[in-house]
T-cell receptor, first 113, second 114 residues
Framework: AQSVTQPDIHITVSEGASLELRCNYS??????LFWYVQSPGQGLQLLLK??????LVQGIKGFEAEFKRSQSSFNLRKPSVHWSDAAEYFC???????????FGGGTRLMVKP | KAGVTQTPRYLIKTRGQQVTLSCSPI?????VSWYQQTPGQGLQFLFE???????NKGNFPGRFSGRQFSNSRSEMNVSTLELGDSALYLC?????????????FGDGTRLSIL
């Protein structure tokens, strides 16, 4: 069975500082990996995805993520955080059979002025 | 291009009632999936429909059911509501449900059970 762990429940960073959100997955083969962001009262917005190829993937809003097979990780990064990035971030994995996403527990990001 | 549309946005029901939620996918998308989001359990997969057929199902009781129509719109039904069914129900669509396609989510229906 596939699973996702996001070790940090809450993270607070200062505006302009860099950000890294951690994601570890468990899956027997090459997974399909996603990062989504959720603002209060909203659904999930896709930030980026990894299917294959280049292990560093670029997404929207200046986010990027790096797939590291040896560490079973898919960490999300942003070089300079903006106040509008405050939200909850979810890492998700999908296997190669079916369309079911398995989500991590989420990381709530707060941005200090 | 319009996104995934879920109606209604908010619902209040009492225990024992039943409820139907609706999801209209992005135009041209044929796969629709449903997820439940609660503070305690997080985001959990309910089921996926493709071409009017349920293709995958999560670990939820039979009180949770769904269907998909020929225009790809989907409905989800919960019968005999329990307090624990209070949640945000999210619908997601993708083009044809192949694994190399991302899912796009609606803003959800917030269901409160009194």
């Amino acid at each position: 069975a596939q699973s996702v762990t996001q070790p940090d429940i809450h993270i607070t960073v200062s505006e302009g500082a860099s950000l890294e959100l951690r994601c570890n997955y468990s899956y027997g083969a090459t997974p399909y990996l996603f990062w989504y962001v959720q603002s209060p009262g909203q659904g999930l917005q896709l930030l980026l995805k990894y299917f294959s190829g280049d292990t560093l993937v670029q997404g929207i809003k200046g986010f990027e993520a790096e797939f590291k097979r040896s560490q079973s990780s898919f960490n999300l990064r942003k070089p300079s955080v903006h106040w509008s990035d405050a939200a909850e971030y979810f890492c998700a994995v999908r296997g190669n059979a079916g369309n079911m996403l398995t989500f991590g527990g989420g990381t709530r990001l707060m941005v200090k002025p | 291009k319009a996104g995934v549309t879920q109606t209604p946005r908010y619902l209040i029901k009492t225990r024992g009632q039943q409820v139907t939620l609706s999801c209209s996918p992005i135009s041209g998308h044929r796969s629709v999936s449903w997820y439940q989001q609660t503070p305690g359990q997080g985001l959990q997969f309910l089921f996926e429909y493709f071409s009017e057929t349920q293709r995958n199902k999560g670990n939820f009781p039979g009180r949770f059911s769904g269907r998909q129509f020929s225009n790809s719109r989907s409905e989800m039904n919960v019968s005999t509501l329990e307090l624990g069914d209070s949640a945000l129900y999210l619908c997601a669509s993708s083009l044809d449900g192949r694994t190399n396609q991302p899912q796009h989510f609606g803003d959800g229906t917030r269901l409160s059970i009194l």
